[in-house]
């Protein structure tokens, strides 16, 4: 291998930084993830913060949390301490650099006074209408505005009076005069700064209704802050222009380069704050943190771990292709992670009452049952085995369907996991002809050792009738059932692709006793069925299924692929 070869988890932007520190243009690196307060954060910002707070990390530079705040109608204080919640959740930690692009609003606006004195902004008077009409199109260019030739004095009054409060919304606005014949249409003087009377923004209250455009809040906002790589997605790509073009005109501490990436997408979701607000604000999900939501709280309740998801993020890497990222890369990271670390535990999802004739009623017998099959340092526990238990309804049919059917039959035999063999005896129905209950004997000669002159193929799991818990349990699907939801046809909505069957509740599930002591963000995995974690509700045991055992999803598309 080649001493050039890229590191591993290595990409473009890191081959980058690795230069410009070569080179000397820098001799520290310092990125910022720049969240608008307007939404929770979703598996996408994910991809960003593991990129910027990584790359601090690995180059012992620094990245700043900045809250882009400039757009107070849609932004709160409740997803402020929100995503700061996520950050700190999957690991990160911004120190002493917490920001907010508010906190520049006075130095934004004597920077927009240098750009008036250098005859590099003016105020302007069209309205939305006129604006976009003189802006030009893709094709053709644009006309000057007839306000554009003012003079730097009236326009440094103009815009004092506009930050007194003198005009009103939408009368005047602050534009940089750059080119409205640019084939770029962001540089088509761009407007810098709008009026907003009567909102309260969550940082800075009333104080203030002349509000900067992002475009020219983030460079600033960058160079203040000493930013040396500002990281964001392809669609600012077009933006880089103006970026440049404000540090360029400006007395900045420093030049930051914006490099841009491609948004990560993921099949079956969406990843757009509009569209997942939607989701929220019209109860297609229960919340933000719904477990079928792809947002960091979402997928938190639903028993993701930090781990699993900066593995994710490493998986997927970082380029400039767009893409779409199947479910299953996903969810492989949360299995590999669990796997190694979960316990073992036994619940029965769909009971089926089997009573073992042969064992005293009033017998209980506490057997040690290995907490993973793989760790013993993850110790054992105590389960009780009683005369009734509860097996899953999934595990008994009369006659077996086939001869790949290993679990039970009338007449057959079965491991029960940690304990016996049983035989099945009898099978009781209702009225109705539905199986309610099973009569068996044991073998009590077969705890932890082979039954004598038999081979018994299969084990089920099982819990104690009488020593076990109550249990809600929630089993999601795919929250959407097209893998790009956004693609819709004429006339159509990202809305009709939702869903309906993506949560089903489970009820009167049976758990080993083990399990009260389950806490949320402590995943278990429920032997044959999957990784579990317990939802926060107080109160009440309900678990949320974390992901199945294996990739059930790889197997339904196969299916409908054959279908
Ligand atoms: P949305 O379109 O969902 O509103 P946004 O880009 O407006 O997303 P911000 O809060 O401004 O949301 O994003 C903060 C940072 O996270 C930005 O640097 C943005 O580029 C990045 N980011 C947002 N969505 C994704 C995504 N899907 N993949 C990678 N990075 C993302
Ligand atoms: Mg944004």
Known sequence: ???????????????????????????????????????????????????????????????????????????????????????????????????????????????????????LAYVCELDAEQTRLYRGTLKEPGRNSPYRERGSGENRDLFQRMRAGEFPDGSKVLRAKIDMASPNINLRDPVLYRIRHGVVHHQTGAQWCLYPMYDYTHPISDALEGVTHSLCTLEFEDHRPFYDWVLAHLSVPCQPQQIEFSRLN??????????????????????????????????????????????????????????????????????????????RRMAVLRPLKLVIENYPADRLELLEAANHPKDEAQGSRQIAFSREIYIDHDDFVEVAPNKKWKRLVAGGEVRLRNAYVIKCEQVIKDASGTISELRCSYDPATLGANPEGRKIKGVIHWVSASHSLEAEVRLYDRLFNRPNPEQVEEGGDFLDAVNPDSLRILSGCRLEQALAEAQPGEPVQFEREGYFNRDPEPGRLVFNRTVGLRDSWAKIEQEQASA
């Open 266 to 343: 993921l099949e079956y979701t969406v990843v757009s704050k509009r569209k997942l607000t939607q989701l929220v604000s019209e109860g297609h999900v229960s919340g933000w943190d719904d477990p079928r939501m792809p947002t960091l709280a979402g997928l938190r309740r639903r028993g993701y771990t930090p781990a699993a998801i900066r593995e994710f993020c490493q998986r997927i890497g970082v380029t400039k292709a767009e893409n779409r990222v199947e479910m299953g890369v996903l969810e492989n990271c949360i299995r590999d992670d669990l796997d190694a670390k979960a316990p």
């Open 1 to 119: 291998m080649s001493s050039e070869a890229p590191k591993a988890g290595s990409n473009f932007i890191r081959q980058i930084i690795d230069q410009d520190l070569a080179s000397g243009k820098h001799d520290q690196v310092h990125t910022r993830f720049p969240p608008e307060p307007n939404g929770y954060l979703h598996i996408g910002h994910a991809k960003s913060i593991v990129l910027n707070f990584g790359i601090a990390q690995d180059y012992q530079g620094k990245c700043n949390l900045r809250f882009d705040d400039t757009n107070p109608h849609k932004e709160n204080q409740e997803f402020v301490e929100a995503i700061k919640t996520d950050v700190r959740w999957l690991g990160f930690d911004w120190q002493d650099r917490l920001f907010f692009a508010s906190d520049y609003f006075e130095q934004l606006y004597q920077f927009a006074l240098e750009l008036i004195d250098q005859g």
